[in-house]
């Protein structure tokens, strides 16, 4: 299973009081719901792929207004996707249209939410957890790419969305795709928020424990590269050092100052050592130890010295 279908069959257990239930219920139907007319009056219609969200907005419904659901079930062949469940609510619609807030006084439907409805924080935390339940999904945390979503179908269901997870500082963002308009959440913190406010307390740990491992990972892998990256800076140092060397040694066969000796000695007896490495070694050879500051600034006049001369050599 996918993590946004871990999270949905989290969220489709939980129980809350009426007033959220009403909320949840209103939510599942502005984002998942449709209406249908006729010969038999209005009928409501919620669909779905997933069967755990299906019993969840069932028990919802009977459980608020106590009437019959009729469910089919569509196999979908194509791209062997899951199988699309249909919900017709047949009674009392224009109860829960009133009650849920499904049309709003212009006669538009699933647009406008009652602010009543939405009133408590436990019930705003209850809209969103429906709107996520209805077409919610979430990128599994072992990915890189943080990324929450919520599919609508109107930029005003989508911005009613960002402002109630925003009433809870999740920095929701609305954009245009080809199906309508969606809710989505990037940082990593404010998703482990959407969880926290939504109630997947055990997907919440899921997800932070898979981040803070992979966190830690890229850490260890960026101060390897670091050490790898300053490793082969040390290396092409001492190289380019070694070249200079041999150039002050072809053209000047006496005269070099001591402290010239002194780090040329060094640098010939251990090729690839860092400066702090020679540093520790001067200790060993010359019985007291000279700085990684005092060797650069020797290297410096060797390198200067060496340039020096190249360009006597050259003009001779």
Do not use: W
């Not at 829960?96 to 408590?120: A, C, E, H």
């Amino acid at each position: 299973m996918s993590f946004s279908t871990d999270v949905k069959t989290e969220l489709s257990s939980l129980k809350h009081l009426d007033c959220c239930n009403r909320a949840e219920l209103s939510a599942m139907f502005h984002i998942g719901g449709s209406i249908e007319l006729s010969s038999e009056g209005l009928r409501l219609i919620f669909q779905t792929t997933n069967l755990a969200v299906v019993r969840k907005m069932m028990r919802l419904t009977k459980s608020l207004y106590d009437i019959d659901l009729t469910l089919i079930s569509k196999k979908q062949v194509k791209l062997k996707k899951h199988d699309l469940y249909y919900v017709q609510v047949a009674q009392k619609t224009e109860k829960l249209l009133s009650d849920l807030s499904l049309m709003n006084t212009n006669g538009l439907f699933f647009q406008d939410v009652d602010p009543k409805l939405i009133q408590n924080e436990c019930c705003r935390k209850a809209y969103l957890r429906g709107a996520f339940l209805s077409s919610g999904s979430i990128n599994n945390p072992d990915t890189s790419a943080y990324h929450l979503e919520i599919q609508t179908f109107s930029e005003k269901q989508a911005q009613v969305l960002a402002d109630i997870a925003n009433s809870f500082e999740l920095k929701a963002k609305t954009a245009k795709n080809r199906r309508g308009f969606i809710v989505y959440i990037k940082e990593a913190e404010k998703i482990s928020d959407f969880l926290r406010v939504t109630g997947a307390t055990n997907s919440l740990f899921t997800f932070e424990d898979n981040r803070i491992k992979r966190d830690f990972k890229n850490s260890i892998n960026r101060v390897i590269n670091c050490d790898i990256a300053n490793e082969r800076k040390a290396m092409d140092a001492a190289r380019k050092q070694l070249e200079e060397i041999a150039v002050v040694e072809k053209h000047l066969k006496t005269g070099i100052p001591k402290s010239m000796q002194e780090a040329i000695f060094l640098r010939k007896t251990y090729p690839e050592a860092t400066l702090v490495e020679l540093s520790y070694a001067s200790l060993e050879h010359f019985g007291s130890q000279i700085s990684k500051s005092a060797l650069n600034h020797r290297f410096r006049a060797i390198k200067d010295l060496a340039n020096q001369l190249e360009i006597e050599a050259n003009n001779q």
